[in-house]
């Protein structure tokens, strides 16, 4: 399948000042993130910025980089504006690839771009949560799926509830018992793309802080990608900063 990759990349950061522009082997984060996107097979990416530090950077390293507005209030609507200034069709797949993501695995980013379709215009992914930590962490968001791997619902809370397994012990994994993490990666029809902006909030996703909420909310199927690789996790401290410098 043919898709584009989209890269919204801001400088604001709270805990990491100017994270896009730093250095990881003699790149800027935003140009590792982008050159991984490359490795995916997507037929064209692209940098999408408010900040001319960051085009200028991009542009320097012989990536493709367009300006947008500075006031998106996610980087949904970043690529938004972007892919509606390049013209593309209706059923062109665009994928939203984090631009704190220097390690991101180009085959997740191709697989999670497959299932987008008619039916399904938005597609994403997940892993198996294997450390009970991470189920019982708010900060985990986890996906429930139906039999034709759709999301049902996404929840900082622990999902599916095993109700008498966990009545009894909250240290293990029950047997037979499965979670799944979600990935924050985004696949949109871009037809869907255009119109997601417009959609009506859902009181769920400003309950649970949410965005996806507010897709299955409006009664938009989304298509989850499992894979069985823990994906590398992306850069949001100085410690991340550090293990990926380590890395390249």
């Excluded at 379709?117 to 992914?125: D, E, K, L, V």
Aim: net charge negative; aromatic share 6%; with cysteine.
């Amino acid at each position: 399948m043919s898709f584009i990759a989209i890269v919204p990349a801001r400088l604001a950061s709270t805990r990491l000042p100017n994270k896009p522009l730093a250095d990881i082997g003699g790149k800027p984060m935003v140009v590792r993130t982008a050159e991984r996107a490359m490795l995916s097979g997507a037929a064209q990416v692209v940098v999408a910025t408010d900040h001319a530090d960051i085009f200028s950077a991009c542009r320097e390293h012989g990536v493709e980089v367009q300006m947008t507005r500075s006031d998106h209030p996610s980087g949904t609507d970043r690529i938004a504006e972007v892919a509606a200034a390049m013209g593309l069709s209706a059923n062109a797949v665009v994928v939203n690839v984090q631009g704190d993501e220097p390690l991101i695995d180009p085959a997740l980013i191709a697989a999670t771009a497959a299932l987008v379709n008619s039916q399904t215009p938005m597609a994403t992914a997940a892993h198996a949560i294997h450390e009970v930590r991470d189920l019982f962490n708010p900060n985990v968001v986890k996906v429930v799926l139906d039999k034709m791997s759709r999301a049902l619902y996404f929840s900082r809370a622990t999902m599916p509830w095993a109700r008498d397994a966990f009545a009894q012990d909250q240290q293990t994994i029950p047997s037979g018992y499965q979670a799944l993490r979600h990935i924050g990666l985004y696949a949109y029809q871009n037809q869907f793309l255009q119109a997601y902006p417009n959609l009506p909030m859902s009181p769920l996703e400003q309950i649970e802080a949410l965005e996806q909420l507010r897709v299955l909310w409006n009664g938009i199927a989304i298509a989850v990608h499992v894979t069985d690789q823990s994906p590398a996790a992306g850069v949001d401290t100085q410690e991340d900063l550090q293990r990926v410098r380590t890395f390249f």
